[in-house]
């Protein structure tokens, strides 16, 4: 090992740099894998794809490290990407080709000149890799859809480190699979998308009183039934507080009726880009089709011991594309803390399903897809990475019956507590 990590300059345990290197945005985590490399360009990806494979370790891929949710041990190579943060706008085509370290705050500064925006995050510092290969929930998606539905190309480094271009006619199926399958097919080294015409949007939030939580979550539900796909809107609840946070793509009249009994409102015209809504961080998630009034006691009730978010879907996310599921969901609901008796409260009122980019637990990977979804993912697994060489973090495994039975050992990363994710 020593001879391969002269000739690529890989950090190992002890050489200076390793403890940073190694480090994720969630402090519940501790990585300490085999080896770190560093990639600037496509060919660094691909020479440590194949150094792995030498060495008979698993690769994980990490830029911000918001996305990860597993300690790698030393049968992994961590490869950073943080510093391929190539962004090119091309504004007749209204598209952005990006590196895999980039950031939304990158993309969103260089689409705004152009009046363009792309399909971002709740927050600019999200990279923009991760969250599009895990879905992608933004506050423009009721209008344009989930930011995986946009990708229009991706290169990617293949398990056995060929560098191919997946798009509608090359790789058609891996390019399926990419658009929310998660990360598990290979490294992307770019990702082309399309960008957006709003210039300017509508944002801010509302406060209302914590003491009319009940009746102020069932307006909401009735209101968000015929809103329109422009406007997007979060609802959160915590022991002090209710505040409604929205984003409008267009006029604010349909806000009107939903702002009558606010305290404060601070929505406002602004460009795109300084519109940074936040998001919640994820413990407890369900994917409802609806609210019924049994859920909103439940919520009202974990709204005293914690933070509790019901953010409205519908709209472009409900349109077929790649294998983001679920796609009938009308809210989700995240509770940020472990409380008894809200998931049991909540589980008859739900699908079933959850959204990756929210997904903490690992253990749970394959309910982020229908089960036709999630078999044709283990095909273009097998296709593409049958060695298992990318078997970190969300995992496509084959599983016996409905759960077929894995082709490789699993690595050895255990699940830890998370924090917030990428949305």
Known sequence: MSRLME???????GDPGYDEARRTLNPALDPRPALVAEAKEAGDVAAAVRAARELDLALTVQATGHGTHVACDERVLLLRTSEMTSVTVDPERRTARVGPGALWSQVIA???PYGLAPLAGSHPG???????????LGWL??????????VLRAEIVTSDGRMITADHDQHADLFWALRGGGGGFGVVTALEFRLYPVPVVHAGAATFPVERAAETLAFYRDWCATAPDEVSTALVLTP??????????????????????????TMSPMPFGQAAMGGT????LDLLPSLPDATIDTLVSAGQEAIVEVRHWGGALAKPGGPVSHRDT?????????????????APYANGGVFLNFLADTSRTADAYTRDDYNRLIDVKRAYDSADLFRTGHRIRERPGHRLVATSPA??????????SDS
């Open 7 to 13: 000739r690529h300059n890989y950090l190992g345990p």
């Open 110 to 112: 260089a689409a705004a």
């Open 126 to 136: 999200v990279g923009v890799t991760g969250f599009t290969l895990g879905g992608g």
């Open 141 to 150: 998606s009721r209008r344009y859809g989930f930011a995986a539905d946009s």
């Open 240 to 265: 002090t507080s209710l505040t409604i946070k929205a984003m409008c793509a267009g006029p604010t009249d349909p806000l009107r009726p939903l702002w009558a009994t606010a305290i404060t409102d």
């Open 281 to 284: 961080a994820a413990r407890h």
């Open 330 to 346: 009308r809210f989700s609901v995240i509770v940020d803390a472990q409380l008894p008796g809200v998931a049991e409260a909540l």
């Open 411 to 420: 690595h050895k990363c255990a699940p830890r507590p998370a924090v917030a």
